[in-house]
């Protein structure tokens, strides 16, 4: 996307990276400006405040593109000023400025809405539409990156494999509608208890996954073994009879290779449901590839 700040930076790398980007386009219209007062009134150069002001319009919304549509128009006012501009009357300056701001004002709207509504498809398009999880796409694009950055830290990452048993007879008792509706309950629960410390995704079905940086084997059997426990007691999934099988691997530090801990993952899982469901195992990866 066009968004020159990860959304995943904590929070003053983010106020950082907002000024740093800010003092870019400040510095953009000030050398567009210099360069319209060295060119003169002959030469029409206004075109250029068009690219920082765009800088600002996607970046920051439209309340900031308009700031930055006001300052364009007042530096351009001033390098005609400075290049010898007069008018007949004093508030021909004042009608100039408005009509001229109001083009780069409109620009700067049109783009904003433009980036907004791009970055809102963008969203849809990786967001579970059920749940309002991460979806599968989303999350095989995220975990590599969070596995690098967990890498270059030091630090361990867990992964972990959730599948509902039982759900089947949801569907074949209930009905679809009624599924749906455990889903998008076990969706929020995930959320409210994992969310806060990572990626969390509905892979598909009743499955779902989770990355938790900087979490080792220990903190998060007790963070899922804690999560399950919510999960089956709650009232409509304990009527409904549905439990969950997790299966949880860690790397220490993290390991570079998703695909690897997917796969750890899911057949910890699947030795969860063989050894009667309803449970969590966790486990280090070098662990098991040593088994």
Do not use: C
């Amino acid at each position: 996307m066009w968004s020159l700040i990860s959304p995943h930076a904590t929070p003053l790398r983010r106020r950082q990276d907002r000024l740093a980007v800010w003092s870019l386009v400040v510095a953009g219209i000030l050398l567009v400006g210099a360069f319209d007062y060295a060119t003169g009134v002959e030469i029409r150069v206004f075109p250029l405040y068009f690219f920082p002001l765009a800088v600002a319009a996607r970046r920051f919304g439209i309340r900031s593109a308009i700031a930055a549509a006001v300052l364009v128009a007042g530096t351009w006012m001033t390098m005609l000023y400075l290049n010898g501009v007069r008018y007949s009357s004093a508030w021909i300056w004042g009608i100039n400025f408005l009509t001229q701001g109001s083009a780069f004002v409109l620009f700067a709207v049109l783009i904003a809405s433009l980036q907004r509504r791009l970055q809102r498809e963008h969203e849809l398009s990786r967001t579970d539409p059920l749940t309002g999880l991460t979806n599968s796409r989303a999350f095989l694009e995220r975990g590599p990156k969070m596995l690098a950055a967990s890498h270059q830290r030091g630090e361990p990452i867990t992964l972990a494999f959730i599948d509902l048993d039982h759900f089947k007879q949801v569907n074949d008792r209930d009905g679809h509608e009624a599924g749906d509706r455990l889903l998008e309950t076990v969706g929020t629960l995930l959320r409210d208890t994992l969310g806060p410390h990572g990626e969390v995704a509905r892979l598909g079905g009743d499955e779902f996954a989770v990355l938790l940086p900087n979490i080792d084997e220990t903190t998060a059997l007790a963070l899922l073994e804690s999560m399950r426990h919510t999960l089956t007691t709650e009232p409509g999934i304990r009527a409904a009879g549905v439990t969950a099988s997790i299966g949880a691997v860690t790397h220490h530090p993290a390991g570079p290779d998703l695909a690897v801990m997917m796969k750890r993952a899911d057949q910890l899982m699947y030795q969860v449901k063989a050894e009667g469901r309803n449970a969590v195992q966790a486990a280090r990866i070098e662990d098991l590839a040593a088994s």
